[in-house]
């Protein structure tokens, strides 16, 4: 499985910014992905994630309420909605693939650079 993230970018503060990623390859039908992001200096943390149905989600403290993931299942593609950006946003955003949904991600995307300016 192949993942390319897109539409990242430079945002002011309290814009908004839309993240995309697109599966290619010996896709599963029944999957679970994801979003993390990593900021310079710091770990790689959990964003969010959507099971294949779309009636199941999860997101980070840091963002929700903020942020909104979506699926298109016919397109293999998850996007991520990002709402009243921050600063402490900024950050290279990854998408990943579980290809079970049981919680392990067994694809990773490159990633797509945030920058949110104050």
């Known amino acids: 499985v192949q993942l390319q993230a897109s539409g990242g970018g430079l945002v002011q503060a309290e814009g908004s910014l839309r993240l995309s990623c697109a599966a290619s390859?010996?896709?599963?039908?029944?999957?679970?992905m994801g979003w993390f992001r990593q900021a310079p200096g710091k770990e790689r943390e959990f964003v969010a994630d959507?099971?294949?149905?779309?009636?199941?989600?999860h997101y980070a403290d840091a963002v929700r309420g903020r942020f909104t993931i979506s699926r298109d299942y016919a397109k293999k593609a998850v996007y991520l909605q990002m709402n009243s950006l921050k600063p402490g946003d900024t950050a290279v955003y990854f998408c990943?693939?579980?290809?079970?949904?049981?919680?392990?991600?067994?694809?990773w995307g490159r990633g797509t650079l945030v920058t949110v300016s104050s």
């Open positions: 990943a693939y579980d290809m079970v949904a049981n919680g392990r991600y067994d694809f």
């Open positions: 390859g010996q896709t599963h039908s029944t999957y679970r």
């Open positions: 959507i099971i294949w149905d779309g009636a199941t989600t």
